[in-house]
């Protein structure tokens, strides 16, 4: 089944300054990655997505890059804010919406 | 999107004992599943429910603990059974189209004693 590895597990960032979040997935077959944001004590909340037919989206300060070859993905948050602090989560899926998460990241903005 | 609703949203339980937890979605989904997160822990999936059919469990999850019915496109019951303190944790279903997005309920917070 798939396996997705993310690191790091806990990330600590100056405000303003960017983030980087990396994971890898084993199945070639999995065609979609989404990335979830959880804060302390609420549901998971979809971020920002992307499938196996692009190679890169933004959305505003938020960006996701995918690399097939190479069987990973990552996530850049550019000018932090102490709201982006949270627990992060990458998953893969193979279109079937079974999705494996990552492990998490837990990244803090200091003010 | 789809707005995704579940109760109860906390419950603290005697072991033996059983929780059936239920998850409404506000628009027709083709996928609902459940999943459980231990506090500081990543999103375990525990099993698809499949409407009008058996759920389709993962590896180290069973039918007989954790029962699950899905009779329309819309709603699901994840039931924790003969509930042990190693039951405790969030218990979160969700729901999406094929190939589409996953959107989360609030999560159920049980706590085993």
């Known amino acids: 089944g798939e396996n997705v590895e993310q690191h790091p597990s806990t990330l600590s960032v100056q405000e303003g300054d960017s983030a980087v979040i990396k994971c890898t997935y084993s199945d070639s077959a999995s065609n979609y990655f989404p990335w979830y944001k959880q804060e302390l004590g609420k549901r998971p909340q979809l971020i920002i997505d992307?499938?196996?037919?692009?190679g890169e989206k933004k959305d505003q300060r938020i960006a996701v890059t995918l690399n097939k070859t190479a069987k990973h993905f990552s996530l850049h948050i550019t000018e932090t804010q102490p709201e982006d602090s949270a627990v992060y989560f990458c998953?893969?899926?193979?279109?079937?919406?079974?999705?494996?998460f990552g492990a998490g990241t837990r990244l803090t903005v200091k003010p | 999107s789809a707005v995704i609703s579940q109760k109860p949203s906390r419950d603290i339980c005697q072991r033996g004992t059983s929780l059936t937890i239920q998850c409404q979605v506000d628009s027709q989904v083709t996928m609902m599943f459940w999943y459980r997160q231990q506090p500081g822990q990543s999103l375990t999936l525990i099993a698809t429910?499949?409407?009008?059919?058996?759920?389709?469990?993962e590896s180290g999850f069973v039918i007989d603990k954790f029962p699950i019915s899905r009779p329309n496109l819309t709603f699901s019951t994840l039931t924790v059974s003969n509930m042990s303190p190693e039951d405790s944790s969030i218990y979160l279903c969700?729901?999406?189209?094929?190939?589409?997005?996953?959107?989360f309920g609030p999560g159920t917070r049980l706590l085993v004693l």
């Open positions: 998953a893969a899926s193979m279109g079937n919406n079974d999705m494996r």
């Open positions: 992307i499938r196996s037919n692009v």
């Open positions: 429910a499949n409407q009008g059919s058996e759920a389709t469990y």
């Open positions: 969700s729901g999406g189209t094929f190939q589409e997005t996953q959107y």
